[in-house]
């Protein structure tokens, strides 16, 4: 099993920043690769951003590239950050931590999820 604990979230303006972190614990030598999904109220959950493990290769959704960037503690291979810049009232949302031993992409096929952090951008 793999526990997902996400933080960082919080209130801030158009045009800000915030850090968001993914600290991953339990069965962590066996995760394949991270990712992070948000859910704005009243929409379905959609796929942001997503980094495998040992690779560190990277993909994003195409509302958020060039603004955030996904990255992994190189000390700590169980802690994923999302980093977002220039934020904007639509990138209000929960967003979620997912984790998965075998797979990697924009799919919502990930096994393991955290519990959500809430992300508040006001215009």
């Known amino acids: 099993q793999v526990q997902l604990v996400e933080s960082g979230g919080g209130l801030v303006q158009a045009g800000g920043s915030l850090r968001l972190s993914c600290a991953a614990s339990?069965?962590?030598?066996?995760?394949?690769?991270m990712a992070w999904f948000r859910q704005a109220p009243g929409k379905e959950r959609e796929f942001v951003a997503a980094i495998t493990r040992s690779g560190g290769r990277t993909m994003y959704a195409d509302s958020v590239k060039g603004r955030f960037t996904i990255s992994r503690d190189n000390a700590k291979n169980t802690v994923v950050y999302l980093q977002m810049n220039s934020l904007k009232p639509d990138d209000t949302a929960v967003y979620y931590c997912?984790?998965?031993?075998?797979?990697?992409?924009?799919?919502?096929?990930?096994?393991?999820w955290g519990q959500g952090t809430q992300v508040t951008v006001s215009s």
């Open positions: 339990g069965r962590t030598f066996s995760i394949y690769a």
């Open positions: 997912a984790a998965d031993l075998r797979y990697w992409g924009p799919d919502q096929r990930y096994d393991y």
